[in-house]
């Protein structure tokens, strides 16, 4: 708003947005480096310390006579990158503070605050801005973000685990990024799901069709917008707030793929549906498999992960969904503009629904994966739940 207020371009509202999901992709790749080389809790502790000072940053220059385009955007760069770090440290950390059949539940939990965050975050900016202005706002944001900040110092250490062949002094080739990757390429979990999420994170609901699709298709208006935007996060809230039964599902791995599946069969009614109320039913619909894909995806990558590599396996989880959101948008709009947005929607959608067949059927770790029961030996390795039914090699 602030950009806008003081540009009246789209094009630089563009560049800060696009200027936040770079920082945050870099800032995601260097943190899951950083979170498998350091104690995880203190590095938590000096992004959102950075956050703060980027918000600060923000507050000064919002409080001068002439505000500045230049300080915007390198608060927002900043900003990012702590975000990133701070996101990616913080996931690898979870599974240090909980068991691991407890880890459907922390994604639950997770996912729920995002939503809601989402959800609820816009409104109340929008209102402490009419209320305040940009200047108050951004300070409020510093001091409670510092705040959050000092409350991180109440937890325990979170060193990462090291990996047996590191005894040797064969370090540096385990904490390679790249050693992380190969793990992926290996592995009949992880592997399968950074290939599905790949593709289901550029290939998401096409949310910049809304406005389009509105105007055309539903003769709406704003309200209507708004119930669009709205109807991922109501079936969102309502996976997330009553995802008990994920932690007893018997074959989590089958249903994240049917979960994946439905999603896209999701996107595609959507493209067809010329009704508004049916297009809300959908993306709810949408929303809920995404959330129920999203909780799975979290528990088995951390419960298939090696803690010394959980933080670069999460960066690279990570990094997906904002490069996807990048890559997606600029897909979506191509397509839309070469046939029609519902058009483009459809395509999405069968890619996905496609994608998650695929997988299924190439991937048959993926398929058999379970995470421990309720209750389970917290010192089973990872894998071990699943090791009756899984090929002697893994494989991708």
């Not at 500045?68 to 608060?75: D, E, G, K, M």
């Not at 240090?96 to 809601?116: C, F, H, K, N, Y």
């Not at 997606?328 to 629904?353: Q, T, Y």
Request: a negative charge; one cysteine or more; charged letters at 15%.
């Amino acid at each position: 708003a602030q950009v806008w207020g003081m540009s009246r371009s789209t094009f630089q509202v563009a560049v800060v947005s696009m200027i936040m999901s770079v920082s945050v992709l870099i800032g995601s790749l260097w943190g899951g480096v950083m979170a498998d080389r350091t104690d995880r809790r203190t590095l938590i502790l000096w992004a959102r310390g950075a956050a703060a000072l980027a918000f600060a940053g923000l507050a000064v220059n919002a409080y001068l006579p002439e505000p500045t385009l230049w300080a915007i955007q390198l608060c927002v760069a900043w900003d990012g990158l702590a975000t990133g770090v701070s996101v990616t440290a913080l996931m690898a950390a979870a599974p240090g503070l909980v068991r691991d059949d407890q880890l459907p539940a922390a994604g639950a939990l997770m996912s729920l605050t995002g939503e809601i965050g989402s959800i609820s975050a816009p409104f109340l900016g929008g209102v402490l801005l009419a209320a305040w202005g940009p200047a108050p706002v951004f300070a409020f944001t510093a001091v409670t973000t510092a705040l959050t900040t000092l409350l991180i110092t109440r937890v325990r250490p979170l060193p990462p685990g090291v990996a047996e062949d590191e005894e040797d002094g064969d370090g540096k080739r385990f904490r390679s990024p790249l050693a992380a990757f190969r793990f992926a390429l290996r592995d009949r979990v992880v592997g399968g799901l950074v290939l599905l999420g790949g593709v289901t994170a550029v290939f998401n609901v096409p949310v910049v069709l809304f406005p389009e699709m509105v105007d055309r298709r539903f003769d709406g208006g704003e309200v209507m917008l708004g119930l669009l935007y709205t109807a991922p996060a109501v079936g969102a809230v309502l996976v997330s707030a009553t995802s008990g039964w994920l932690g007893r599902a018997a074959r989590p791995g089958r249903l994240l793929l049917a979960a994946a599946f439905t999603g896209g069969l999701a996107t595609l009614g959507f493209g067809l549906s010329g009704d508004p109320v049916l297009a809300f039913a959908l993306l709810a619909v949408g929303g809920a498999a995404g959330t129920v894909y999203e909780i799975l995806e979290y528990a088995l990558v951390q419960h298939h992960t090696p803690d010394h590599m959980r933080g670069r396996i999460v960066s690279v989880i990570t990094a997906q969904g904002t490069s996807g959101d990048i890559v997606g948008d600029a897909e979506v709009a191509a397509i839309a503009r070469w046939f029609s947005p519902a058009g483009a929607a459809i395509l999405n959608g069968a890619i996905c629904a496609a994608a998650a067949v695929a997988v299924a059927v190439a991937v048959p770790g993926l398929r058999k994966a379970t995470l421990p029961a309720p209750g389970a030996d917290d010192d089973a390795p990872p894998g071990a739940a699943d090791a009756a039914d899984a090929p002697a090699a893994p494989r991708v």
